[in-house]
């Protein structure tokens, strides 16, 4: 798919990648929802957990799923628009953040070790910000298409479960720009408080938001493009990895806001590219809930948190994992020597 020698070059080979999109396996959803109709529990009884544990089934192409090489991976990235004074920190926090996951001080940290899995935390050239995107795109095509090749190295044999997640200041600028672009509306129905900005620096933010969407949204052909004009480095680090997941037949476990503005441009470039996402959680950052909507994901956890760096989508995978555990670990009714209910 790509190689560090030979880098994905151009949106172009991205678009390439849909016709070569694996579907989701029918066999083994036909497989695990016959199990699951025999297992000693009321029919739908264990309810959410139930279609998890088939959407498990048929990304990864067997009757009983697993978790057992979850990984988190968490990007990096600095952006122009911080230099606007959109956020309550400097720019220098992303890399600050960044060494706080490598000596395993972040929330991620300890949610990763709860979970037995592995952090891998990317960094998306921290020295180079994107651009100014109320001036100019934020990056060009070949910047974009080489982010995202590089966030498809998340995904790498053994990984059944990627959840994903980013940091960098000045993102959730970007992702509301993204959102607004994409779905209209006016830029303060997409723009939250991010890091805490609140009174005139939040009238400011949504000025930018703003600025930015009415500088490029005329000229946008596609989701993809969107995401090359108004998203950060980080945020298309994992447009790629939720491709190369797809790819590899990796079920995805998104994170909050701005985590799913990636997925949110695969979805209006091709909405069938994100169908192997899960939603970890509902942020209260923004207007994640109708992002959620829009994008067709039901989300697994609601705890009011809005931290990003992959937090939530790593403790959902507790319960995926669980729900995995169930489907596989269950006694049939037959085994068990339970009667079934009567019809």
Known sequence: MTTEQNPIASLTEIRDLLSVLPAIDDAAVAAAQARNAILTKPAGALADLEDIAIFMAGWQGKELPSVNHPRTAVFAGNHGVAALGVSAF????????????????????QLVGDLDGDLMVYEMALDQPTEDFTQRPAMSEQECAQAMSYGMMAVEPGVD??????????????????????????????????????????????????????????????????????????????????????????????????????????????????????????????????????????????????????????????????????HRGMSTFEDAGVSESVH
């Open 161 to 326: 479960l990627l959840m994903l997640g980013e940091m960098g200041i000045a993102n959730t600028t970007s992702a509301a720009a993204i959102y607004h672009a994409l779905y209209g509306g006016k830029a303060e129905d997409w723009t939250g408080p991010g890091t805490g900005v609140e009174g005139d620096a939040l009238t400011n933010k949504i000025n930018v938001v703003r600025q930015g969407v009415e500088l490029h949204r005329d000229a946008a052909q596609d989701g993809l493009d969107i995401l090359m004009r108004l998203g950060g480095k980080e945020i298309a680090a994992i447009a790629g990895a939720i491709l190369a997941a797809r790819m590899g037949r990796v079920p995805v476990i998104l994170d909050g806001y701005i985590c799913c503005a990636a997925a949110a441009c695969l979805h209006a470039w091709a909405p069938e590219s994100i169908d192997h996402c899960l939603a970890g959680h509902l942020s209260v950052e923004g207007a994640h809930s109708d992002v959620l909507n829009r994008l067709g994901k039901k989300p697994i956890l609601q705890l009011g948190m809005r931290l990003g760096e992959g937090s939530g989508a790593t403790l959902a995978a507790q319960v995926v994992r669980s729900a995995c555990n169930l």
């Open 90 to 109: 400097p720019a220098e926090v992303t890399a600050q953040m960044v060494l706080n996951f490598q000596s395993g001080g972040a929330a991620v940290n």
